[in-house]
């Protein structure tokens, strides 16, 4: 079963774009079991939604990967992954392995 959760981040969209920078170069090519992740602008900052293979992976991903990459963030030195709202994925279609780039 996937696990499934949304973060919403009180921060400058910009945080996300380093963020989200500094954890593709520390994931690399990884099967790190996300199998979706999409991000936008808030009026309160940003979104982040995401659809993991299963909570185990999330959990490892937040205690192996997600330190490393808070320490290279600048600003976020230390900082925790942010608190997120598990839901129920109703319907999930992912067409292709490709990366999208928007």
Known sequence: ???????????????????????????GNTDVGLVLHI???????????????SKEAFDDFNREFWPKAAAKIPGAEGMEAPPGRAFEARG????GKEDLTI
């Open 1 to 27: 079963m996937t696990y499934n959760v949304i973060f919403d981040v009180p921060a400058p969209i910009e945080m996300y774009d380093a963020t989200h920078a500094v954890i593709r170069e520390a994931v």
């Open 39 to 53: 991000a936008r602008a808030t009026d309160a900052g940003f979104e982040i939604v995401e659809v993991w293979r």
């Open 92 to 95: 999930l279609i992912v067409a």
